[in-house]
């Protein structure tokens, strides 16, 4: 039997969520919620408080029945998840088509009203509103509309566009369920050779912070989360984004996180900022802290999210967060998909076994832990003595606070239909396709001025081998079969990088040099020999594009975008008005020589960070 709504006495509506006939405090939609949720936290078996710490990575099915074939096989289900172990904090990777995403959560819902006290499930997710494809960090908008990454928003530098933005993807969110955004990503993209910089907002601290919080302002819809908002987790705390060498800390050859610019306050801002606006999770990163002093101590070394210093010290003690901090994915077991695997990110702790790296965890100041199947390690640890049971309460009051504010307990239903009409509207996917375009950054080449090619006049004929019959006809341009008839070639291709595949999910983030190899600069070369060159170059990270711009008219940067969207730049259709976002460096000796946590630091760059699109003139 599950919870269905009920009337009180004096006709208040509620759910009656323990099916006891009685309207009970937390199940009162007119208490304030500190109240509901003191009054739930003291009904709620150990097993179920373990429960709620706990956010794992659930399968959706195919069709949108709560016991359908998983899209990801090997998982174990939902329903096992939320009847067995209460976990009620649901990841999700793939999702199948928006009328069943909603009907698979309106199914879990039903589970969850029918278990226990009835907690609700909340639905979270990484970014998914752009081309990138990283179970790691982000997947690609699929059914959603489609907008440039995040550091195209950074090109873009427009706290009302990303507002915008983030407005639309909440409405896109709530249609088929998903009340947790696990993001923004507030780290600054200081060392060029990081993978994961194509998520952030750019190298500008300043700016990272004025659109994360313009970021969660669109995701709440408001000043406040309400039933109408999406919950935001920002990450990595306390910035992520000065890696040595610029590897990952996904990786064990990736832990290390380095000031030598002592630029430790300049990668915190972003947060400081989020958090004075108010934000209701904040993830910490994997990194480990070389050489770093606080306040005169040196800080442990070990990962930010075993690390009592910063998530207590400084992010509660220092900065007053109040809110949930939950690890990011993997702390404490290793990982396995696909044939590979990836060790526990128990950077600093490896030594610690499982239930250790928890207590530590714990003793850190978090509150949940994600990518984990399996609460035992906190039973254990209270029932040994080890950790009370008022540290539990503790994290489980905050994380219960945000399920009230979003509404859950009062309604956590969506309308199957609506999903359909909503996600992915002609309306958003017209926005983010603008978005894509705007973003773009033209860059002057060295072969002939800009204005002599750009913008492509109609009829113009094309020699452009990566770009569909389809998009040049709609464009208005004619295919060249051969550089030489053509009047312009324009070639598509992407920021270079050094390919590895020995780790689970390695093979999605993009590191090692930036530098073209000399095939690549020799094909462009020959093309321009034949042909004037516009390179459109996808930059997830930067890209050294000194050897090439001798052969280009122009290099277009985009940061996620289709190739109606390049085109439509091209054409002239939609200015670019974007602004690079980060420094393109010269040479690989100068990102050898530069400082990871200091912004353009790479001497001599072609470009500097803030370079705005080159001025496009259509001829009278």
């Not at 006809?473 to 079969?481: P, S, Y």
């Amino acid at each position: 039997m599950t919870a269905s709504p009920s009337t009180a006495p004096d006709g208040t509506r509620y759910r009656d969520l323990n099916r006891n006939g009685v309207m009970d405090p937390y199940e009162d939609p007119r208490l304030p919620i500190a109240e509901r949720v003191a009054d739930l936290v003291g009904r709620l078996s150990l097993e179920e408080k373990a429960g709620l710490m706990i956010q794992t990575i659930v399968s959706v099915t195919r069709d949108g029945e709560v016991d359908g074939t998983p899209m990801m096989p090997g998982r174990t289900s939902a329903r096992e998840f939320i009847v067995r172990s209460h976990i009620t904090h649901l990841n999700i990777h793939q999702i199948p088509e928006r009328r069943s995403m909603a009907r698979w959560v309106n199914g879990l819902q039903r589970v969850a009203a029918a278990s226990g006290h009835g907690i609700p499930v909340t639905i979270s997710t990484d970014p998914r509103h752009s081309f990138t494809e990283n179970w790691g960090a982000s997947f690609t908008a699929g059914h959603l509309s489609a907008w440039p990454e995040p550091i195209g928003m950074g090109a873009l530098a427009d706290p009302g566009f990303v507002r915008d933005f983030a407005d639309i993807a909440r409405r896109e969110y709530l249609a088929v369920g998903i009340r947790s955004a696990l993001h923004p990503t507030l780290d600054v993209a200081t060392e060029p050779r990081w993978a994961r910089q194509y998520s952030t907002f750019g190298q500008d601290a300043e700016l990272v912070a004025r659109l994360g919080v313009a970021y969660v302002d669109g995701f709440e819809g408001g000043d406040r989360l309400t039933a109408a908002s999406v919950a935001c987790m920002a990450k990595h705390f306390p910035g992520g984004g000065p890696e040595k060498d610029g590897e990952d800390p996904h990786f064990p050859y990736g832990t290390d996180q380095v000031y030598p610019g002592d630029m430790f306050e300049y990668h915190l801002e972003p947060f400081r900022r989020v958090i004075e606006r108010g934000v209701p999770a904040i993830m910490p990163s994997y990194g480990v802290p070389r050489g770093l002093v606080l306040n005169g101590e040196r800080v442990e070394e070990v990962g930010f999210g075993f690390n009592h210093q910063i998530i207590t010290g400084l992010l509660r003690e220092t900065l007053g967060f109040e809110g949930v901090v939950c690890t990011d994915w993997g702390l404490v077991t290793e990982s396995r998909m696909m044939g590979k695997q990836l060790p526990p990110r128990s950077w600093g702790v490896e030594h610690l076994t499982e239930i250790e790296r928890v207590r530590k965890a714990l003793d850190a100041g978090c509150d949940q832990f994600g990518g984990e199947d399996d609460p035992a390690w906190i039973l254990e640890l209270v029932r040994s003595g080890a950790v009370p049971e008022s540290r539990i309460d503790a994290s489980v009051r905050r994380l219960l606070t945000v399920k009230f504010e979003l509404g859950l307990f009062d309604d956590p239903f969506v309308d199957e239909d609506a999903a359909g009409e909503i996600v992915g509207s002609a309306e958003f996917r017209t926005a983010g396709a603008a978005a894509q375009s705007r973003s773009m950054v033209i860059l002057p080449g060295e072969a002939l001025a800009v204005d002599a090619v750009l913008p492509l006049r109609a009829g113009a004929a094309v020699f452009a081998p990566d770009l569909s019959d389809a998009a040049l006809e709609t464009a208005g341009l004619r295919r060249a079969a051969v550089p030489a008839d053509a009047d312009v070639a324009v070639l598509r291709t992407a920021a270079p990088y050094e390919p590895r595949d020995h780790f689970m999910l390695e093979a999605s983030f993009h590191a090692g040099s930036l530098a073209f190899d000399d095939a690549a600069v020799e094909e462009v070369a020959a093309l321009a020999a034949e042909a004037p060159v516009l390179l459109a170059v996808h930059l997830d990270r930067p890209a050294l594009i000194a050897p090439l711009l001798p052969h280009t008219a122009a290099v277009v940067a985009g940061f996620g975008a289709s190739e109606t969207a390049l085109l439509d730049v091209l054409t002239g259709r939609v200015p670019a008005a974007g602004r690079l976002p980060f420094e393109l460096p010269r040479t690989m000796d100068a990102v050898l020589a530069a400082r990871s946590d200091v912004p353009g630091d790479t001497v001599d760059p072609v470009f500097v960070a803030g370079t705005p699109t080159a001025r496009v003139v259509a001829a009278t």
